[in-house]
């Protein structure tokens, strides 16, 4: 099983949300300062919701905005 999860930018903080919905209801939410944070932010959360096994083979992240990159 893969799942997917749609990211986009938080204009609070300037970092990411990542999020995915459960077919069978429910979901996870997480968010990172950076690319990089998000990504740590993720696993943690798919680790801890499917704790009881089912985990995913993969996960996707779907930025639905893609990414700026500003050079100063």
Sequence with gaps: MDIRFDVT???ETGG???R???P????I??????????EAMVRDAVE???AEGGKPRRV??????DP???LA
């Design 9 to 11: 930018s938080c204009g």
């Design 16 to 18: 990411f949300v990542a």
């Design 20 to 22: 995915w919905n459960d």
């Design 24 to 27: 069978s209801g429910g979901g």
């Design 29 to 38: 939410s997480t968010q990172g300062e950076s690319i990089a944070d998000l």
């Design 48 to 50: 801890g919701y499917f």
């Design 60 to 65: 996707q992240l779907h930025f639905v905005d």
């Design 68 to 70: 700026l990159l500003v």
